[in-house]
């Protein structure tokens, strides 16, 4: 091994890799400039649920991983997260009970099978049940 140092985008060359990858990996890592001051990543936009095909939104009882407690999903309402965080608050104020929106799914605590599909009803959203 020889004592002689070497740039990074000479280190990627001799890797066979073009010069600009090592260069374009720093602009990304770049936090601070003296011109501009502190550089934000852009945010991400999040991601707007999944519809299925037939336009149904699936309502299903889910058990696992909640050590036996009931939850009640709804997944495939096409619409904004912001949308969907207002429904979840509307859902949890008419049941009585807590919940939260995770990529693009609505959780709602406890066994509120009747109450979330006269709610889903009234909002216009045709649904299913969906699992066993």
Known sequence: ??????SLADWQQQLGRPAEAATAAKADD?????DS??????KQ?????????DGHARLKRE??????????????LA?????????????KKKCGCGGSVKDGVIEIQGDQREL????????????????G
């Open 116 to 131: 979330v599909q006269q709610e889903l009803t009234k909002l216009g959203y045709k649904h299913k049940w969906a699992g």
């Open 37 to 42: 001051g502190r550089i934000d990543k852009p």
């Open 79 to 91: 619409e904004s997260a912001e949308k969907l965080t207002e429904i979840a608050a509307l859902l």
């Open 1 to 6: 091994m020889s004592g002689k140092k070497i």
């Open 45 to 53: 936009q999040k991601a707007v649920a999944q519809s299925f095909t």
């Open 63 to 76: 058990t696992k991983g909640r050590n036996g407690k009931a939850v009640i999903t709804i997944s495939g």
């Open 30 to 34: 770049l936090v601070y400039s003296t």
